[in-house]
């Protein structure tokens, strides 16, 4: 501490107000026994109790181990699934566009016989 500091004298402060909205002061001894009134302003939201508990699990170390197992070969399964089917769908489009390459040599081939037919026939047509 400072020698040249003054010493602590606490200073009186001034009464603390509560007041209504409509200005008067309100009065702790007499609002405990009465009702409050009514106030213009909204009223608080009533915050809802919350939900049932969680259940919370106990298990032994064994059997989390095989929960973890049973949880990891759901998982490893469900990806094989998941790969089976986009294998299935890969197939599916690889099998339509061979369909397609097909019909369209079909189509090549015939137009092409038809036009050596054509041309076999205006040749004998000349001779």
Excluded at 10 to 25: F, H, L, N, Y
Excluded at 48 to 63: A, D, F, L, N
């Amino acid at each position: 501490m400072s020698a040249t500091a003054s010493t602590f004298a606490p200073r009186k402060s001034a009464a603390i107000q509560i007041k209504r909205p409509d200005g008067t002061a309100l009065e702790l001894a007499s609002a405990k026994s009465t009702t409050p009134e009514p106030t213009s302003a909204a009223p608080t939201p009533v915050r809802p109790k919350s939900s049932t508990p969680v259940p919370i699990k106990m298990e032994s170390e064994e059997g989390r181990k095989a929960r973890l197992a049973e949880e990891a070969e759901k998982e490893r399964l469900k990806k094989e699934g998941d790969k089976s089917e986009q294998e299935k769908k890969d197939l599916k489009e690889r099998e339509a566009k061979e369909a397609e390459e097909k019909r369209v040599a079909e189509e090549a081939a015939k137009a092409k016989e038809e036009s050596v037919s054509t041309i076999k026939v205006s040749f004998a047509e000349q001779h």
